[in-house]
């Protein structure tokens, strides 16, 4: 299984970037898709995750309103629209695949999903 996070990069307070993460080796329509993000000395958070067919979404309350996941299954690939950026956005980014459907456990625990990416930067100035 690979989940190849892209879309990363520089970008000035109330600026956009949309990540994107292509998935293979797995049926990609079977897994609910999470984003997460990591600064340095702390813990990886979840930013928002999105059930099987697109159907349920959650949203970590910093971000609601600001943030988009979506997911297109022809495509194995899960995006996160980035919107009004802040500098407390800074920070690297992963993708990550939970077989355990959406109502089952807590698509906010990482220790939930079963499959990682490698991580994309996400570096917003102010």
């Known amino acids: 299984v690979q989940l190849q996070a892209s879309g990363g990069g520089l970008v000035q307070a109330g600026g956009s970037l949309r990540l994107s993460c292509a998935a293979s080796g797995l049926t990609f329509s079977n897994y609910v898709m999470g984003w997460f993000r990591q600064t340095p000395g702390k813990e990886r958070d979840v930013v928002a995750a999105?059930?099987?067919?697109?159907?349920?979404?959650y949203y970590a309350d910093s971000v609601k309103g600001r943030f988009t996941i979506s997911r297109d299954n022809a495509k194995n690939t899960v995006y996160l629209q980035m919107n009004s950026l802040k500098s407390e956005d800074t920070a690297v980014y992963y993708c990550a695949a939970r077989s355990l459907r959406w109502g089952r456990g807590n698509p906010r625990r990482g220790d939930e999903y079963n499959y990682w990416g490698q991580g994309t930067q996400v570096t917003v100035s102010s």
């Open positions: 999105i059930s099987w067919g697109g159907a349920n979404t």
